[in-house]
Antibody, heavy 121, light 108 residues
Framework: QVQLVQSGAEVKKPGDSVKLSCKAS????????ITWVRQAPGQGLEWMGW????????NFAEKFQDRISMTTDSATTTGYMELTSLTSHDTAVYYC??????????????WGQGTLVTVAS | DIVLTQSPGTLSLSPGERATLSCRAS???????LAWYQHKSGQAPRLLIY???NRATGIPDRFSGSGSGTDFTLTISRLEPEDFAVYYC?????????FGQGTKVEFK
């Protein structure tokens, strides 16, 4: 069965970077992209960006363009998302999800369990 | 960016009742590319409906989606206790994909 298992909770200081992982199993990894979505406390879901696991193409939300990167490792079927220059506003639960459209910009049919990132001084 | 507005913000209902959730887009959603997700606290969101009306694998038929253009609806025909959660709509017809702010279905 399809599973996405995310790395554990992180506590960071303002200005730090965080790199989260998302281990995929149960499907052909390079056939689907991985998207990252976050939810700040008391807020809704926010799309951050997407990576094509086949060729590494990415598409990021404009608000994160200058401080986000995404990579994948097909050998370990793992996706990564790194966010730099963290502030308290980045405190959120971060989810990875499988994008059902090969070229991205699709719906998200399987989700990871989420990783809580807390940014505090 | 397309703005999705969900209504109502909170729906107070009892098990067995019908729930009707609305999602209105600021402009037409291309190809009817709209999905609905169920989200319970502490859990991963769960895909319910994609392409406006297609049920995802394993989703009970009490969940149905309808609509096109700018107006979409998620209907839960008879609420089960496990259906009390927050529901989000998501459009992926235009880049960037965007989410509504959510509708909470709570026990009356």
């Amino acid at each position: 069965q399809v599973q996405l298992v995310q790395s554990g909770a992180e506590v960071k200081k303002p200005g730090d970077s965080v790199k989260l992982s998302c281990k995929a199993s149960g499907y052909s990894f390079i056939t689907f992209g991985i998207t990252w979505v976050r939810q700040a406390p008391g807020q809704g879901l926010e799309w951050m960006g997407w990576i094509n696991a086949y060729n590494g193409n990415t598409n990021f939300a404009e608000k994160f363009q200058d401080r986000i990167s995404m990579t994948t490792d097909s050998a370990t079927t793992t996706g990564y998302m790194e966010l730099t220059s963290l502030t308290s506003h980045d405190t959120a639960v971060y989810y990875c999800a499988r994008d059902a459209h090969f070229g991205g910009e699709g719906y998200f049919d399987f989700w990871g369990q989420g990783t809580l990132v807390t940014v505090a001084s | 960016d397309i703005v999705l507005t969900q209504s109502p913000g909170t729906l107070s209902l009892s098990p067995g009742e019908r729930a009707t959730l609305s999602c209105r887009a600021s402009q037409s959603v291309s190809s009817g590319y709209l999905a609905w997700y169920q989200h319970k606290s502490g859990q991963a969101p769960r895909l319910l409906i994609y392409d406006a009306f297609n049920r995802a694998t394993g989703i009970p038929d009490r969940f149905s989606g309808s609509g096109s253009g700018t107006d979409f609806t998620l209907t839960i025909s008879r609420l089960e206790p496990e259906d009390f959660a927050v529901y989000y709509c998501h459009q992926y017809g235009s880049s960037p994909g965007t989410f509504g702010q959510g509708t909470k279905v709570e026990f009356k």
